[in-house]
Every structure is written in C-alpha cells, then in structure tokens.
T-cell receptor, first 111, second 115 residues
Framework: DQQVKQNSPSLSVQEGRISILNCDYTNSMFDYFLWYKKYPAEGPTFLISISSIKDKNEDGRFTVFLNKSAKHLSLHIVPSQPGDSAVYFC??????????FGAGTRLTVKP | DADVTQTPRNRITKTGKRIMLECSQT?????MYWYRQDPGLGLQLIYY???????NKGEISDGYSVSRQAQAKFSLSLESAIPNQTALYFCATSDNRDRAADTQYFGPGTRLTVL
C-alpha cells in the first residue's frame, strides 16, 4: 500500500513562475516530512523538511506547507529556474522509523 | 570525493546468478539503508541497519539479504537473481541523532539488469 502519494507524475512551468508540487499521505502517525530532489544519474538529495508541529517551513526559494487535517503537503518553488528541473520525491516518517517515499514528480522549468 | 559510494554503478546479469552490491560511506553515520526504485513506484526500502549489529527488514526484503561489515560498509545480496529484480538500487545513510536521522544521504545508484 502506498502511504505517500504524488498524483502528478509531471509538471511543466515557465521560468520565473511558481512551481507547486503536491503530496498526500494516509498514515496519521507520520510526524516528519521531507522533499528530495533527484537529477538523472545521481542519487536523491535532501531539499527541505517539516515537522508535524509546524505548518510551514521556508528556505530561500523553497517553501513546504503542511495541512495535517487534509494529510497533504506541498512544495512551492518561487521563482522557478531551469536548474530546478528534476524529479522531486516527497517522503514521510513516523517516530524516526523507516521512511516512505512517493513515486516522484518530474518538474520541467522552461526558459 | 563522494560521501556515499556504490559499486558497481551498472551490472547486467542472468537469472539465477548471485549478485552483491556494495555501499561505502565516509560520513561517519550509524544508519544505512538499501532502496530500490522502479518506474512509478518511487523508492522502496529493502533493508536498513541502525548500527553494525542491527539489521531490519524493510517493505520488500524477500529475495534479498544484507551484511553490515563495518560502520562504513553495507552490502546487498541477491542470492538468485530474477528478472523482476531489475531496478535502480540506492544506498543511503543518516545520522543517529534525533530527527537528523530522517535526513538521508544517498549514493549515486546501481542500475541492475537481470536477463
């Protein structure tokens, strides 16, 4: 069973505009959420995280929003740049135990 | 130099062969993980180890085994490879402290093809 779902396999945006990547989860025990970014032929790299006690975390152009009641989180990238083109994975963990990943969303930022 | 390395980077093998994938890290982390990535399924956890004497099964451990030879080394074995084990395999590490353990550092991946 997929406890973390990314329902959009791909997203295309224009350079300078906002990119919004979405993620839904089913396990109410998840208390820590992360976004990873993956370029071709490389392993995923950590991007940003959020604890369940918060509803927003911001790091430069990247902001993650958490809506616990809806079991939904989103990653906003503003402004989007061509170098942001990659696959983005949403991940969640419960009590520091094993992590569950979504299937990924491929973001393409067009110049 | 990369903090998490995987060997080999690519491997083609035949059904029934025994295969070992190796992972080494220089980050000094206690926790190590093996994942596989299949199209449309994201990353699935195979095995993880919280220290040298600790081995735990993940979501999809059947058909795989692991060995934690030292803090820095964690190998994944396919005793008798089958075609549906064709996938991209990633090793990862994380720190043992508090929620820092949630942030994992990944190797570059091994592409395994079983014919």
């Amino acid at each position: 069973d997929q406890q973390v779902k990314q329902n959009s396999p791909s997203l295309s945006v224009q350079e300078g505009r906002i990119s919004i990547l979405n993620c839904d989860y089913t396990n109410s025990m998840f208390d820590y959420f992360l976004w990873y970014k993956k370029y071709p032929a490389e392993g995923p790299t950590f991007l940003i995280s959020i604890s369940s006690i918060k509803d927003k975390n911001e790091d430069g152009r990247f902001t993650v929003f958490l809506n616990k009641s809806a079991k939904h989180l989103s990653l906003h990238i503003v402004p989007s740049q061509p170098g942001d083109s990659a696959v983005y994975f949403c991940a969640a963990s419960a009590n520091n135990n094993d992590m569950r990943f979504g299937a990924g969303t491929r973001l393409t930022v067009k110049p | 130099d990369a903090d998490v390395t995987q060997t080999p980077r690519n491997r083609i093998t035949k059904t029934g062969k025994r295969i070992m994938l190796e992972c080494s890290q220089t980050k000094g982390h206690d926790r190590m993980y093996w994942y596989r990535q299949d199209p449309g399924l994201g990353l699935q956890l195979i095995y993880y180890s919280f220290d040298v004497k600790d081995i735990n099964k993940g979501e999809i451990s059947d058909g795989y085994s692991v060995s934690r030879q030292a803090q820095a080394k964690f190998s994944l074995s396919l005793e008798s490879a089958i075609p549906n084990q064709t996938a991209l395999y990633f090793c990862a590490t994380s720190d043992n402290r508090d929620r820092a353990a949630d942030t994992q550092y990944f190797g570059p991946g091994t592409r395994l093809t079983v014919l």
